[in-house]
């Protein structure tokens, strides 16, 4: 069974060479040693879309991080370290005021220098677009410029996680060409190591690189740190089936596969150098999204009663088999993380038929099918929907499984007459607001109500640490009590390289500046 404890990026790394057998090149020689070869990276899906801030999907923060950059970003310890922005903000006594100064001379793709206007204009743009920006927005009382090389941004009322929100990957805050901007978006234009090429559906999205990419001059640390564009090409391959992933890497035909099915950790071990198995540890949290907004399940009780059937902890066994690769556990932050806490744990993985049964019935449940909408391009994805089924069954409620490709499910959610309860899975970040969405307001699953919003308004105006990790029980202490999504457990995921990759860090949104091929 996995450590119970928070596993830092350079344990990560440190995992992921046990698991190899092969060590990293010292950045310093990456980029004489490698060659210039394009990579072929085979990923689970088409992405829906390639703007970074319509979509808070993994698979579009992973190929458009590579196009664009955000202000700030996080190191190797999940520190926010400036990307951007020329440093860490003026951040005035009150929490309410943060100036930030620009790197100068940073160019875009079409050549152009990024300046104050543009950074206001995208992050306006993302306030509008971006679930994440949309939900920061309400906290927002000014954004503009100062001068060509600064921005200021007056929050109504203290916020700490502001930097972590103007951070993340997904759904990101990302610093565009003001002249591009469009909705959709018809030009991607960026400041980052590659540029947009072309875009066939279901067969790649084509990344070149950026020869006057302006790179920080710190060293490489996690997202952070100086970027060096060594493979000519990136050409993100969607390959839904995960065993035609395994197979791919296998054959040589991809230099990485994301995203693997765990019963094929024996084959990739067993290739004879063939491939290189990389197991990247507290990766992330499946979790089981419910629509509070309309159907069967906005009914709280019911809600608790559905949580009462439920048992995680076969769900896991489901999704992941090799206990090398899940825990179950009820705290959604690990033990030694500031904000572990064991608020609601008595809820957690009660596999209680009977009692759930009992709950139903005083809730008035009177058959009505539970729509539960799944995906086969995360098989753990898939394996737990059918485990819980079952559970489901078994106290008397009638499951329906819907099953499409990961496209249509992302699209489907955002409509609450279609579905009841939809699986998805997060990245362990370790900063509470960052994820599940459904933290903040809007997201598919529409939580609202006035605990919730009492207990988080106490977590986001304290700015210090120690005092906010306390505060999180009372928010996990919530979840448990209203049930807006459940975080079944915590996982390890299983991607792939070929032998000849070198400089990959295993990392939860992968990332292939610092990295080539062997010549």
């Known amino acids: 069974m996995l450590k119970k404890f928070w596993i830092n990026r350079r344990e990560a790394v440190a995992l992921a060479l046990v698991v190899s057998g092969t060590a990293l090149l010292p950045m310093g020689v990456q980029a004489q040693t490698l060659s210039k070869a394009p990579l072929n990276l085979a990923m689970t899906a088409e992405p829906q879309t390639l703007d970074p801030m319509a979509s808070p999907i993994d698979l579009v923060a992973t190929i458009m991080q590579h196009v664009y950059e955000p202000l700030y970003t996080f190191d190797a310890n999940w520190k926010i370290t400036p990307m951007l922005a020329e440093g860490l903000p003026k951040v005035s006594a009150d929490g309410k005021h943060y100036s930030i100064s620009l790197r100068k001379g940073v160019q875009f793709h079409n050549g152009r220098e990024m300046n104050s206007e543009d950074v206001v204009d995208s992050l306006k743009r993302w306030m509008d677009v971006s679930p994440r920006g949309k939900a920061l927005s309400k906290d927002v009382a000014d954004l503009s410029a100062k001068g060509e090389h600064g921005i200021e941004i007056t929050l109504k009322t203290p916020y700490a996680p502001l930097l972590s929100q103007l951070a993340m990957p997904s759904g990101m805050a990302a610093i565009m060409a003001k002249e591009s901007m469009a909705t959709p978006l018809r030009e991607f234009i960026g400041t980052g190591p590659y540029k947009f090429k072309e875009r066939r559906p279901d067969q790649y999205v084509l990344l070149t690189r950026f020869d006057h990419y302006s790179a920080r001059q710190e060293a490489p640390s996690g997202y952070g740190g100086k970027k060096t564009a060594i493979a000519d090409e990136l050409r993100f391959i969607p390959v839904p089936n995960a065993n035609t992933r395994v197979e791919g890497s296998l054959a040589g035909q991809y230099q990485f596969a994301d995203l693997l099915p765990t019963e094929a950790l024996g084959r990739l071990e067993k290739s004879g150098g063939k491939t290189v198995p990389i197991l990247t540890p507290s990766f992330g949290f499946p979790y089981m999204v419910f629509n509070t907004k309309e159907g069967v399940l906005a009914s709280q009780a019911l809600r608790q009663a559905v949580q009462t059937s439920i048992g995680e902890g076969e769900m896991l ?203």
């Open 317 to 519: 066994a489901a999704g992941f088999g090799d206990t090398r690769f899940f825990v179950a556990e009820p705290n959604h932050f690990p033990k030694g993380t500031p904000f572990y806490s064991a608020a609601g744990a008595d809820k957690y993985n009660e596999r209680d038929a009977a009692k759930a049964k009992k709950q139903a019935a005083m809730a008035g449940y009177k058959g009505e099918p539970i729509r539960i909408l799944t995906s086969r391009q995360y098989d753990f994805h898939y394996n737990m929907a059918l485990i819980m089924a079952e559970q489901l069954k078994r106290a008397g409620f009638k499951p329906e499984l819907n099953v499409v490709d990961w496209a249509t499910l992302v699209q489907r959610r955002s409509d609450s007459r279609l579905w009841d309860i939809y699986i998805t899975h997060s990245g362990q970040f370790p900063e509470p607001m960052l994820s599940p969405p459904q933290l903040g307001e809007g997201a598919p699953g529409w939580w609202s109500s006035p605990a919730k919003q009492a207990a988080l308004a106490k977590l986001n105006q304290e700015s210090n640490p120690a005092k906010r990790g306390a505060l999180w029980g009372a928010v996990q202490q919530v979840i448990y009590d209203e049930v807006p999504y459940i975080n079944v457990g915590k996982f390890n995921s299983l991607s792939a390289r070929s032998p000849a990759l070198q400089g990959y860090i295993p990392s939860t949104w992968p990332f292939f500046w610092n990295t080539g091929l062997k010549n």
